[in-house]
């Protein structure tokens, strides 16, 4: 049994990209997967760096605490052994709440610098366009 977390990025329960969810949570239930879900827009993940976070970002404050939403998602990176983005190509790049996502979450001490990141066995990308 493989634990999948799912970082998903779309704000209509009616899109495409919701039906393409679906469709991958049916798959891994029906496989005997476990899975975990980050639905960006659901939770209204906050996607600006504050001035505290961008000052331990740039190693002006490293010893600044990384806020509890970010702690949270790095733990459900942490706990599973594959990671999956879901999310439409929006002019030619992710919707700007999964970008921010990125910007908040991978940061200095987890993802780099020194690099204590859990590495993934696997990472899928599904991206919707058009």
Known sequence: MTHVHI???HPS???FTREVLEAFLGGLDDAGHTRTVSDLYAMEFRSELTLEEYERESGHRADAR??????????????????????????ADCPARLKGWFDRVWTTGFAYK???LRVARQALVLCTAG
């Open 7 to 9: 970082v998903y990025a």
């Open 13 to 15: 329960e009616r899109s």
């Open 66 to 91: 990384v806020p509890d939403d970010v702690a949270a998602e790095q733990a459900r990176l942490d706990a599973a052994d594959v990671w999956a983005f879901i999310y439409p190509v929006w002019w």
């Open 114 to 116: 020194p690099v204590s």
